[in-house]
């Protein structure tokens, strides 16, 4: 090939790059917010879920600040939750804006099929009134299970210190029947949970 040949081509190679990322950039830039606010719609309307009493839900400094030292308080605490965090957490307030309770998102890197992120509606007292997932990707008509009535049900309306997973039928408040065939979906679901209430009963002020 000739050296003209081959700097023509190698220059539309170069324009041809250029050009693509111009428009990767365009796109990115145009689609950002869009997700963004499917994002932030999508985890309102799981908190709605597992908070159906409360109004609305704000961020707090306070909360904040919980979140961030809870890696070091659940270290100190000695519970065996696996690979687990929190996330973010918010306090649910009722329509007259009373605060009563705190919906807080927790995830663990323990799933099956990857990370699994959840969001707990917890009361004052500490009363489980829901869960709802914000990220799961198990295995179709396994651990997806996980993602059904059935299966959240068993946490709502309870109040426990911590949840246990049961292969032998669920014989007490704070055990979690373990879904067919997928007990490591179950138990990474049950310990994002517990860091929830963990965090709720000693990492708030």
């Not at 909360?63 to 306090?91: C, K, M, R, Y």
Request: aromatic share 8%.
């Amino acid at each position: 090939m000739k050296a003209g040949g081959f700097m023509k081509d190698a220059i539309t190679l170069f324009l041809i790059t250029l050009i693509s990322g111009i428009c990767l950039g365009a796109v990115y830039e145009i689609t950002k917010d869009p997700i963004a606010a499917a994002e932030a719609a999508a985890q309102q309307e799981t908190y709605r879920e597992v908070y159906a009493d409360a109004a609305q839900f704000v961020e707090d400094e306070a909360l904040d600040a919980a979140v961030q030292a809870f890696p070091e308080a659940l270290a100190a605490s000695g519970l065996s939750l696996g690979n687990v965090s929190i996330e973010s957490a918010l306090q649910a307030l009722d329509s007259s804006g009373n605060p009563i309770g705190y919906v807080i998102s927790a995830a663990s890197g323990d799933g099956y099929g990857g990370t699994i992120r959840v969001s707990v509606g917890i009361t004052g007292d500490g009363m489980v009134t829901g869960i709802g997932f914000l990220e799961i990707a198990e295995t179709p008509g396994l651990g997806m299970n996980a993602d059904t009535p059935e299966f959240k049900a068993q946490f709502a309306g309870k109040t426990a210190e911590q949840f246990a997973v049961t292969k032998n039928g669920a014989s007490a408040d704070n055990e979690i029947d373990a879904i067919t065939s997928a007990t490591i979906t179950s138990t990474a679901v049950t310990n994002a949970v517990n860091a929830a209430l963990f965090f709720a009963a000693d990492c708030i002020a």
